[in-house]
């Protein structure tokens, strides 16, 4: 992970008629880090994700995405960017092999559909149509698409939500790869175990501000530090962990 | 501010055209994945093609009973046996033709005989109110028969009497005859009404359904937004959508048009530069009819509601634009209904090009008409369509 910032937010806001959803937010991310936004629902993180997507218009503030401005050149943006939408969907009756060619196109860009159905765990489903796949491969196959491109940013907008405990698990570790590529990740999550894992740094929203902003080991540090203690003694296990020990870790092909 | 300049020489090589293309392919290869579509746009046309395809010609048949006690032997028996569009009930009784007669199930019922006394043919003609005009149709080709066979008659009789009794005749009445051309006009069979308007119908439905559904869903399921994601801009996404669904209903309209004509003998004039001619219409039909669709798929709240919505805006138009029945046929209030909708000059434009051979200047009020309705249709468009 290098210092230099690819994302620089500064006082962004967004209004709609009567909500504030967003409420000046600054913040950076720097190249080749998992950055966490964090937040209960309706806090504003889908708002600001979708604001430097490109796909939703602030009221103020400004935006950068590896020194291009959101302002000037959105378009630029988008080709350098790769976005998971939550619930986003594709046409139900092509095959995967059809719509990786769809977006080959889209990003005009030239990719070996197998290379990329393998890099997400898909490569036996190439003919499968999109509405076959269960839930975690739908998550796995969309998260494909916006590799397409060869981004340097991509953009997961709650990746996880709705998966059993083995699909997550094969989700992290492949985000954790795309990271290792040199790829910038920019995930929301209100799954805290989750955040605490994969991200370098979170940034935890409420009410459409930033209340918090540094890596998960040091804002647990602060808050112990505070004299924060948890009321009930921690067992070496969990219940996830005793449900993954029963049913395995293993991907399943659901 | 390097890396800057990179990305403007990148935005400039990124062809719109390249990813209009990837989503016309997707978008085609979900139409024809999609069985409501192909029944919409060519099975559909084509059942009520065959159906109208198998009634007869232009030619009305008349039924007439003939009654057994008929002398079969005269001269007017058999020419009227010879008339084309008769066919003769022989089989039953003179109580059971009087009885189907009453029923409308024969036309007319006819009885030939020889009035012994003066040695002349007489014909008794017995029509019902319950088939009126096929009656009238029997009566007239009977009266002519006989109106030819009297005049031969008396041709023949004035060859053989004193030339003085028939000038004191003449003073008083003249013999008349009617001298009939038949010109050997193109025959106009029912395919070639009913095909075109089939045609017209199928473009109009396939347009507002196929664009009504398929821009809702999309907006519906976020694929639109996914899209938006993406370096294509949102003219190009409409445009690959519609030339996917362009070509499909071109294609389907060449099997409607090459089944018509070579199961059915639809007349193409000009042979193919005709069905070509056929095709460009229809592109232009679509095109306009594609906006009601936007519409719908932006007023539509509800998946459900598209079809209520979709319905309003073609059922109308299949019952009064000349799709089934030709809309002279319609009271003279309703014909102004007809005439303001666009169908009615699709439809009239398709048979003008196809029976007549029209060019694209005989057709230029409907093609007018055509584009004033894409005009105000689109203008709504533009006004309802949503993205999100």
Request: with cysteine; aromatic share 10%.
């Amino acid at each position: 992970m290098s210092n230099s910032e690819i994302i620089v937010v500064k006082d962004l806001v967004k209004h709609y008629k009567e909500i504030q959803a967003v409420n000046g937010i600054s913040f950076s991310v720097y190249e080749g880090e998992i950055f966490g936004l964090l937040g209960p629902n309706g806090a504003g993180k889908t708002t600001t994700l979708e604001i430097i997507e490109t796909l939703r218009e602030k009221t103020s503030g400004t935006v950068m995405v590896d020194g291009i401005s959101l302002d000037h050149n959105p378009n630029a943006i988008k080709q350098i960017i790769g976005v998971q939408l939550q619930a986003a969907n594709y046409y139900p009756n092509l095959m995967l092999n059809e719509l990786l060619d769809l977006f080959a196109g889209l990003y005009n860009a030239s990719i070996d559909n197998a290379e990329m159905l393998a890099l997400v765990g898909l490569e036996t489903r190439g003919k499968s149509k999109y509405k076959e796949l269960s839930g975690g491969q739908k998550q796995r196959f969309s998260i494909a698409t916006t590799l397409i491109n060869k981004p340097k940013i991509v953009f997961l907008d709650e990746p996880t939500t709705g998966l059993d405990p083995q699909a997550r698990r094969n989700l992290w570790d492949l985000i954790k790869e795309i990271r290792s590529k040199g790829t910038t990740v920019v995930i929301t999550t209100h799954y805290m175990d989750e955040a605490q894992i994969l991200c370098d740094r979170v940034a935890i929203i409420e009410k459409g501000k930033i209340i918090s902003l540094n890596s998960p080991e040091k804002l647990i540090d602060n808050l112990i530090a505070s004299g924060f203690e948890r009321k009930k003694e921690v067992k070496s296990a969990n219940l996830e962990d005793v449900f993954l020990s029963l049913t395995g870790y293993e991907w399943r092909d659901e | 501010m390097n890396g800057g300049m990179n990305k403007m020489q990148e935005k400039k090589n990124y062809s719109q055209l390249r990813a209009m293309k990837a989503i016309a392919i997707a978008s085609f290869r979900s139409i024809i994945r999609n069985p409501s579509a192909v029944v919409f746009s060519i099975a559909f046309p084509l059942v009520f093609i065959v159906a109208f395809g198998f009634i007869n010609g232009n030619s009305i048949k008349m039924e007439v009973g003939i009654d057994p006690q008929s002398d079969t032997t005269g001269t007017i028996y058999h020419s009227f046996i010879n008339s084309p569009n008769v066919e003769l009930k022989k089989q039953f009784t003179a109580a059971e033709l009087n009885e189907r007669l009453n029923r409308g199930r024969i036309d007319a019922v006819l009885k030939f005989d020889k009035a012994s006394s003066t040695n002349t043919e007489v014909v008794e003609i017995i029509t019902s109110q319950a088939s009126r005009e096929k009656g009238m149709f029997v009566r007239s080709l009977v009266t002519n028969l006989i109106d030819k066979q009297n005049i031969e008659y008396y041709k023949n009789v004035s060859l053989h009497v004193d030339s003085s009794i028939i000038e004191r005749a003449r003073e008083t009445t003249k013999p008349t005859e009617l001298r009939e051309t038949k010109i050997s006009g193109r025959e106009y069979k029912m395919i070639d009404f009913i095909l075109p308007g089939q045609l017209g119908f199928s473009i109009l439905s396939a347009a507002v359904f196929g664009t009504a559904f398929v821009f809702f869903s999309l907006r519906q399921t976020m694929v639109l937004k996914r899209f938006f994601a993406t370096p294509i801009r949102r003219p190009y996404i409409i445009l690959g959508e519609a030339l996917s669904r362009l070509i499909f209903q071109l294609l389907g309209s060449s099997v409607i048009i090459v089944i018509g004509h070579f199961v059915f003998g639809f007349t193409l004039i000009n042979g193919i530069w005709t069905a070509l001619e056929m095709l460009l219409l229809s592109a232009l039909g679509l095109i306009v009819f594609m906006g009601f669709g936007f519409v719908v798929s932006g007023i539509a709240k509800s998946e459900n509601v598209i079809p209520p919505i979709a319905n309003i805006i073609t059922l109308p138009q299949f019952l009064l634009c000349g799709t089934f029945f030709p809309i002279d046929a319609f009271p003279k209030w309703l014909q102004i209904i007809s005439k303001a909708l666009p169908l009615t000059y699709l439809n009239d434009a398709l048979r003008m090009i196809a029976f007549e051979g029209a060019g694209l200047m005989d057709i230029s009020s409907q093609l007018l008409v055509l584009v004033l309705w894409g005009i105000v249709v689109y203008a709504a468009a533009v006004r309802f369509f949503r993205w999100e």
